[in-house]
């Protein structure tokens, strides 16, 4: 019977969840927001299907760190890449599958602005997917249902964080099929749905905004900028950097406590990963036009075939060129020293407790422990 007695061993992608075959697992919220499996032991049948996919507990061994490929890509469609966080790559992923007749999953906002995976089969379907969104998503049953579209031997392009991926491959227990891409994301960590729900509402005020942008790139893709609007307000338009929910998510405050150790980095079982490339400007200057610029990490052959075809503009890079802007691929973020009094503090003032271990103050002495990193952020 799973038991999770050390939160930072649960990374929270429900793969438990999804397979039990009695349905005595449920997934609650923790006092910081964050989802953990909670079985109830009466209708348990001791089958340990729970602990069997669990990608923490079964870690399969790399093979390499190293991708196959290294490319800087941006789409020949400006305006997908202006509507995309970065060159409007997963775009003209998800569209190559929907054409071939095929679904795609990934992180969508519901109804009140809560981040959940969600599936679609038309290009219609796809617009909710684009652009990134800073709150650990809810899988709602996807496993389940990329299991069943496999069944019926359609090609699935799934896309989430290296957690995520891990959870579909344990659920699946090495099923696998060939029409099933796997796509990552360059991982910082996954903030708190509940500091996000908190911090939307101070903003609204309790009413529900029409739209939602954390990666706004109406001044720029290296100067994004984080959009909460009402029926074409604006109630927030600012540089997300400034803002003290993304202060508190770079600085990792936020961050689910399995984040700090993370177990799923490099080359952790996808046929891609994408991100920014951040530093395009010091290595490609001709894919630099701040309109956005993706990072594609290859693993695989099937990974690479996903690409041909593609409407892209597309260089090979160094892998260790990448790295420097992008750290995360290789390294979990550290943990605050001050991570138990900040939440302490948030249990009893919220978001204003947000503001404070934000300010300016806190920021400077955070760049001791942080170092140049802020500087590629934008943060200043």
Known sequence: MLEIKDKKACCGCQACYEACPAKCISMVADEEG????????????DCHLCEKVCPQLNQASKSSDEPLACLA?????????????SGGVFSLLAKAILNDGGVVFGARFDDSFAVFHSCAETEEELTPFRGSKYSQSDLRGAYSQVNRFLKENRPVLFTGTPCQIAGLRGYLRGKEADNLYLVSIVCHGVPSPRVWKDYLESITAGARPTEVNMRNKENGWNQYRMT?????????????????????????????????????????????????????????????????TSLILVYTEKGRHLLEGLDLKMVESRYEDALKGNPSILYPSQEPANRADFWKAYQKRGVKALKSFTSIGFMNKLRNVIGGYFGKLGIK
């Open 228 to 292: 909460i609007r009402r029926e074409g307000q604006d109630l927030l338009n600012v540089q997300a950097t400034d803002t003290p929910f993304m202060r508190a998510f770079l600085s990792n405050l936020t961050l689910r406590p399995s984040c700090y150790s993370c177990q799923f980095r490099g080359n952790h079982g996808s046929d891609l990963t994408l991100g920014d490339y951040w530093g395009i400007e010091n290595v490609h200057p001709e894919l630099s036009d701040n309109k956005g």
């Open 73 to 85: 890509a941006i789409s020949n469609d400006t305006e997908t890449r202006l509507r995309s966080s």
């Open 34 to 45: 964050f989802l953990y499996p909670k079985v109830n032991r009466a209708d348990c049948v």
